[in-house]
């Protein structure tokens, strides 16, 4: 397949696996990924020529870059004696020690050739190790210490690797000259990437100085700087690219720049452009991992001198090894931390397996595996190269379905599973819709999540249009609180279990089957005292059903389209060519459907207001929301069914546009209250006005565009 079709066939399925992930939420995407991956290459036989260099620039060196941008600079700081400890002593307790286990217990592999393959399954997803720790409610300095040991680990495993490697190809290990190799390749990337980001910032600092202020230029600088310090520590000084850019990454963060202050714009556009790389990134690697197993396996699968049961229990045998290497590491870290502090929390082997657990394996271990040669020096085949693939890709998924089937049954707080590859927004959804920490509201009022602060001012917004409504004025209005009122209930329903939900689609439910009697009541007396033609009650009446059936459909199926809805829709636009195509009729049906609707919509008020007044019906056990929605909606309708609107197109957008500024005034001041009361934390306003931001510079896009039109 050639390589743009490639690309776009990638991209396209990232999309998919993460509209699949929506629905399959127990399933983390990046195994949605490789399964997509491998049903890609089985029915359409795609093929993908991984080469490692070019593997390694453009996918590991942006996502270590990005990984060491990311990380809290404080608790890299406080915990950076353990972090590298971490980072470099446990992965080479991990390649020694593992190499040798997977030596004794599978003999066939030989001793080089399995200190390789620990050495290149020592590397984590450092996404996948927070956003597990978080859902399980590691203490913080274990997380920090998981995290922080993710995103060194990978240039640590990755020179043990090419080191065991090069033993088993060569058969031969000099031990001085690898130390040697060791400290100049780490060292000298070290210096590399340090340097180059200084520069770099030079350069960008002069740059703003002189007026070279471009968003566009400046991100673009930023996203190809990776890719530039790799690079040039690999082919011009011989030196770890991933040690630079993890390096540079790190030291990006660290600086004190003014950039936020004197830029703000382009620190926002910064980072979700960087959100979107990774997200795509990430996921084609996962992609490629799918489309690669067959190439990983097949050999194992057709060899004849290898049970394919075998393989499986030694990708359990391997996969057990480092489990349990983590573990006691991380017992041993939090005993020691006990003996030395007293007042710290005891050891913990549920909270030290859990860690052990959260060590998922992703795209480093996936591009190192395949760089190992098919043959030695001597000419002969590399030992058991097709099992230690096997086993590799076998690692990787086993340690993601471990991550996903176990972790919750441990959790004391089950969180949605991430890893780079997932939704760039999925991380502060887990957060915002999660407790807060830092800010203990202790004896105030109880803390909202960010869902539930969305829906208080979101109403205090409907509250200011609602005081600003005027007989001129009113189409927008209602237009705009229709809106609103569609948001809370989106917000509503996201943010409710299903057994709170069920009582509150059932009331609203009930009031719509009242309301919708009441229109077809309203609207045969029209029929009977010859107010309107019969065709046109006919055609509402038909309408009015079809609203009924959507309705109780939506009741008892919810989720994706049913072929009944599709099949309405199609009935509808239908509906709507015949009426085109009969322009004569047309034009009188229209004036005389919206009359309909004026009066219908009118009835149905009336019979909700009726209904509520019953002896038999409590009004107070009806979700209020439910009903105020219901009759804003037929407000809407009946403003927007008048036919004598002299309102021009221009006047109703500067209405809407003067109703929104003041909503969103509102909006702020509800945030501030909630802020000062209390009710939510500095970390759930930043992001409630961050979206209330948003909402104001689109607005002011719009005006600009309408101008400029």
Not at 205 to 217: M, Q
Not at 285 to 306: N, S
Not at 379 to 401: C, D, H, N, Q, T
Request: aromatic share 8%.
């Amino acid at each position: 397949m050639p390589i743009i079709e490639l690309v776009i066939l990638l991209a396209c399925l990232v999309l998919l696996s993460n509209v699949l992930s929506h629905y399959l939420v127990a399933i983390p995407v990046s195994l949605i990924q490789v399964g997509l991956g491998l049903g890609v290459a089985l029915l359409l036989n795609v093929q993908v020529k991984l080469q490692t260099d070019w593997f390694m620039l453009v996918f590991i060196a942006p996502m270590l870059y990005n990984d060491g941008r990311e990380f809290p600079k404080q608790e890299l700081w406080e915990l950076r004696g353990a972090i590298f400890a971490n980072a470099i002593v446990l992965v080479f307790i991990t390649t020694i020690l593992g190499g040798f286990l997977i030596h004794v217990l599978i003999p066939t592999i030989p001793l080089a050739v399995g200190i390789a393959l620990a050495a290149i399954l020592s590397p984590t997803d450092p996404i996948a190790v927070q956003s597990i720790s978080e859902g399980v409610k590691l203490p913080k300095e274990i997380l920090h210490l998981v995290s922080g040991e993710s995103l060194i680990n990978d240039a640590s495993g990755l020179i043990g690797f090419k080191y065991a490697l090069a033993a088993a190809v060569t058969g031969t290990f000099v031990l001085g000259e690898a130390v040697g190799d060791f400290f100049y390749i780490s060292l000298v990337g070290l210096a590399v990437g340090l340097a180059l980001i200084t520069i770099i910032q030079l350069i960008r600092d002069v740059l703003r100085r002189e007026g070279i202020n471009d968003i566009v230029f400046n991100v673009v600088l930023q996203i190809l700087t990776p890719f530039a310090i790799y690079f040039i520590a690999e082919e011009w000084f011989h030196a770890s690219g991933v040690v630079a850019v993890v390096a540079a990454g790190v030291l990006s963060h660290l600086q004190n720049s003014h950039e936020s202050e004197d830029a703000p714009e382009l620190r926002l556009v910064t980072e979700r452009v960087w959100n979107v790389v990774v997200y795509l990134l990430n996921g084609i690697v996962f992609l490629i991992l799918g489309i690669e197993l067959p190439a990983a396996t097949q050999a194992t699968i057709k060899g004849a001198h290898t049970n394919t049961f075998h393989a499986v229990f030694d990708v359990l045998i391997v996969w057990g090894i480092l489990l349990l290497i983590r573990v006691a590491w991380t017992y041993a870290y939090m005993l020691f931390n006990w003996l030395r502090h007293h007042k710290k929390a005891k050891p913990s082997l549920r909270i030290a397996a859990l860690s052990g657990l959260s060590g998922v394996r992703g795209a480093i271990t996936m591009a190192g595996v395949f760089t190992i040669p098919t043959v030695v020096a001597s000419g002969k085949a590399f030992p058991e190269r097709a099992l230690v693939l096997f086993i590799a890709a076998g690692v990787i998924i086993v340690s993601l379905v471990a991550a996903a089937a176990i972790l919750p049954l441990m959790a004391a707080k089950s969180l949605p599973f991430v890893t780079r590859g997932s939704s760039p927004d999925e991380d502060d959804a887990v957060l915002a819709d999660g407790t807060d920490d830092g800010d203990d509201s202790s004896g105030q009022l109880p803390q909202l999540t960010y869902k539930q602060a969305r829906i208080y001012i979101l109403q205090l917004a409907i509250q200011n249009i609602e005081e600003h409504r005027r007989p001129a004025n009113q189409r927008a209005a209602y237009d705009l609180i229709l809106d609103q009122q569609f948001q809370i209930r989106r917000l509503e329903v996201a943010s409710q279990t299903a057994d709170e939900l069920a009582p509150m689609l059932t009331d609203e439910l009930e009031l719509r089957l009242v309301a919708l009697n009441g229109e077809r009541a309203a609207v045969r007396e029209m029929i009977a005292n010859k107010q309107t033609s019969k065709l046109a009650g006919q055609v509402y009446l038909r309408r009015v059903d079809r609203r009924e059936q959507r309705f109780l459909q939506a009741a008892h199926r919810q989720g994706l389209p049913t072929l009944r809805s599709l099949r309405l829709l199609l009935t509808r636009a239908m509906q709507g060519i015949r009426l085109w195509l009969a322009p004569g009729d047309s034009e009188e049906l229209r004036v005389a459907l919206l009359d309909i609707q004026r009066e219908a919509s009118k009835a149905a008020i009336k019979a909700l207001s009726q209904y509520l007044k019953q002896a038999n019906v409590d009004e107070q056990q009806f979700d209020r929301q439910a009903l105020y929605h219901l009759i804003v909606h037929y407000r809407n309708r009946i403003e927007n069914a008048k036919n004598d609107h002299t309102l021009s197109r221009d006047d109703y957008e500067q209405q809407l546009h003067g109703l929104r500024i003041k909503s969103l005034g509102a909006e702020r001041a509800g945030v501030q209250h909630l802020l000062e009361s209390g009710q939510i934390s500095l970390r759930t306003a930043a992001k409630l006005r961050q979206f209330i931001n948003y909402s104001e510079n689109l607005l002011m896009l719009n005006d600009i565009e309408a101008d400029e039109d």
